[in-house]
């Protein structure tokens, strides 16, 4: 069998984030998140599910390492919760929170993982959302002053920062259509919460290298192509338009220091109150560029739509739509890369989340013979490769998840990981799925089979 080898440097890794897998919500002096409040709420998760337990890697952590260790892991992406750090936000800082990152941080080095830390990957706390959250401007000084003393205990040791995880969701999904904590639906608060997001970010970058730390620090944005349905130009201004929405109302503010024009316009009324120099600190240099992808997608003109338009999911031959109503399109990834490393002077790239659910039965014993999951991880390893070889300059590669978790609206009804818990049993019994062998493999060769 031939293979794909990647790099020498190119990085293995696998991504968890804070309340997907922590639980231990109320413990250690942890103040309440946004997602504690709306899980909480009757209706807003199937099957009322919460992030109370989770994972519980709250305990867990050493176990969960060493699983790392057995996947020969190079990097482990996780987030911190800025609750567990600041119960009010900002103010009194909870040494017991910082500590549970400290050893975290501690135990992957001692195991030769690298740590890769992300600031806000949703958990904001409850005490700030009361004071208007992201749509409240203070949101971007509240953020950098949490970032202060996260850096000033852990950034000697952490070599890569991302801020946010997909400011987009947090924006549109919380304060958008309202569908992920803090569950506000107004199209005006979710624009003003991009700018400030943004802000947050640049700040944060300033602050980071003003200090001179040792790592690199950079944000993650989901990204996706966007094809016409049809070559009509309503379908075309459709797919534009999504596109602008989606990919640039982050990347342009970061990499070009504006807002697309176009899209300004389309949002009349709902365009966010922007003040003298603000583009100026959002447009910083980062160090790198994390890529989420998981789909791409056909759009149409549709009067009734939001923006006049509608999408639906772009397969690529032979594969199907997952549980997510996700189409499974791996070429879309060589596009993705390809398109922004052309229309932007990008630093380097990573992809910090890829992977997927399908519904794999579970045995007795927990094992998931999940090929499904690895023939998709084949394809989109295939195509990254496909992209290097077309000069992207990829230096890394995460999966999500290294471990089943609670999936935001979705509660623990889809199974992204590479280990399978049992979220049945107290213990919270972890086993390895098909697709950890699999990527043991990969990542001990760093090749993947063509
Ligand atoms: C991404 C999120 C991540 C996970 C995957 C499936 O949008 O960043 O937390 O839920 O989707």
């Avoid at 016409?228 to 338009?241: E, G, L, Q, S």
């Avoid at 596109?243 to 990347?251: S, T």
């Amino acid at each position: 069998m031939t293979h794909l080898e990647f790099p020498k440097a190119f990085t293995w890794g696998a991504a968890t984030a804070s309340y997907q897998i922590e639980g231990a919500w109320k413990e250690d002096g942890k103040g309440e998140s946004i997602w504690d409040r709306f899980t909480h709420q009757p209706h807003r998760i199937l099957n009322g599910d919460t992030g109370d337990i989770a994972c519980d890697h709250y305990h867990h952590m050493l176990e969960d390492v060493t699983l790392m260790k057995d996947l020969g892991l190079q990097s482990y992406r996780f987030s911190i919760s800025w609750p567990r750090i600041l119960p009010d936000g900002t103010g009194r800082v909870e040494p017991r929170g910082l500590d549970f990152y400290d050893r975290l941080v501690d135990e992957l080095l001692n195991t030769g993982i690298r740590p890769n830390a992300t600031l806000n990957h949703w958990d904001f706390p409850q005490a700030l959302q009361d004071k208007g959250g992201w749509a409240n401007r203070a949101s971007a000084d509240w953020f950098t002053d949490y970032a202060r003393v996260v850096f000033e205990k852990l950034a000697d040791r952490i070599p890569q920062w991302a801020t946010h995880n997909e400011p987009f969701v947090v924006a549109f999904s919380g304060y958008g259509d309202g569908s992920f904590a803090p569950g506000i639906a107004s199209y005006h608060q979710a624009l003003q919460a991009t700018h400030h997001l943004h802000l947050a970010h640049g700040q944060t970058v300033q602050l980071y290298h003003q200090f001179g730390y040792p790592g690199e620090i950079g944000i993650v944005l989901n990204l996706a192509p966007f094809k016409p349905k049809t070559d009509d130009p309503a379908d075309v201004a459709a797919a534009i338009r999504i596109e602008m929405f989606i990919n640039q109302l982050f990347m342009d503010p970061i990499f070009k220091g504006q807002y697309p024009d176009e899209l300004m316009a389309w949002l009349d009324g709902m365009t966010p109150e922007i003040q003298d120099g603000d583009m100026g600190v959002i447009n910083q240099p980062i160090d790198f560029l994390g890529v989420n992808y998981y789909f791409s997608q056909i759009a149409s003109f549709n009067p009734h739509g939001l923006f006049k338009l509608k999408t639906e999911p772009k397969v690529d031959p032979g594969w199907t739509i997952t549980d997510k109503g996700w189409g499974i399109c791996p070429s879309g990834l060589t596009e993705l890369l390809t398109q922004i490393q052309e229309d932007y002077t990008l630093p380097p790239l990573y992809i910090t989340e890829n992977g997927t659910a399908l519904g794999e039965p579970v045995d007795d014993t927990g094992f998931v013979n999940d090929q499904g999951r690895i023939n998709y991880l084949r394809a989109h390893f295939q195509a990254a490769h496909q992209a290097i070889q077309k000069g992207v300059d990829l230096r890394g590669y995460y999966v999500w998840s290294l471990m089943d978790n609670f999936e935001w609206a979705e509660g623990y009804d889809l199974r992204f990981g590479l280990i399978n818990v049992n979220f049945n049993d107290p213990e919270r019994k972890r086993t390895p799925k098909a697709s950890f062998e699999w990527y043991r493999d990969v990542i001990k060769h760093n090749a993947v089979p063509a």
